[in-house]
């Protein structure tokens, strides 16, 4: 277990100790997907679900939850972010999305990334979720990592 932050010696959760760290420039980007029918794609390309503008309810989403990453990820540190972008993108099978988050801190905006690109999903399919139930967030992933000590990462 030496290996995973998160966890001592023995096992238990702990939250990692960052105040040794140098503040650095800090961004992540992830990605995931939203599968849905035909029917959806149309009402979303033409802007026509009952419940309103889709896309923008679920940009508006994913950059709320970046901020609130902290308070659902129980060992996530609260940092300064200092951007967020949601993009959508509607294809012939459902919605691509990315999340783009920027910091300058102690520690990553991975998981404030993840947590964009889930909300913004979870928000995609109560949107939808009248015309197609069986609508699904697949494919959410980390794509890249830059700054801080390990510097650049990409899948």
Partial sequence: MADLTHVDRDGEAR????????????????????????????????????????????????????????ELVPL????????????????????????????ADRTGVEMEALTAVSVAGLTLVDMVKAVDPAAQISDVRVEEKLGGKTGEWHR
């Fill in 15 to 70: 939250m990692v100790d960052v105040s040794g760290k140098d503040v650095s420039a800090r961004s992540a980007r992830a990605t995931g997907r939203l599968r849905t029918t035909p029917e959806v794609v149309a009402a979303l390309r033409e802007n026509s679900l009952a419940k309103g503008d889709a896309l923008a309810t679920a940009r508006i989403a994913g950059i709320m939850a970046a901020k609130k990453t902290p």
């Fill in 76 to 103: 996530c540190h609260p940092i300064a972010i200092s951007g967020v972008k949601v993009d959508l993108a509607v294809t012939d099978d459902g919605v691509d999305i990315e999340a783009r988050v920027k910091t």
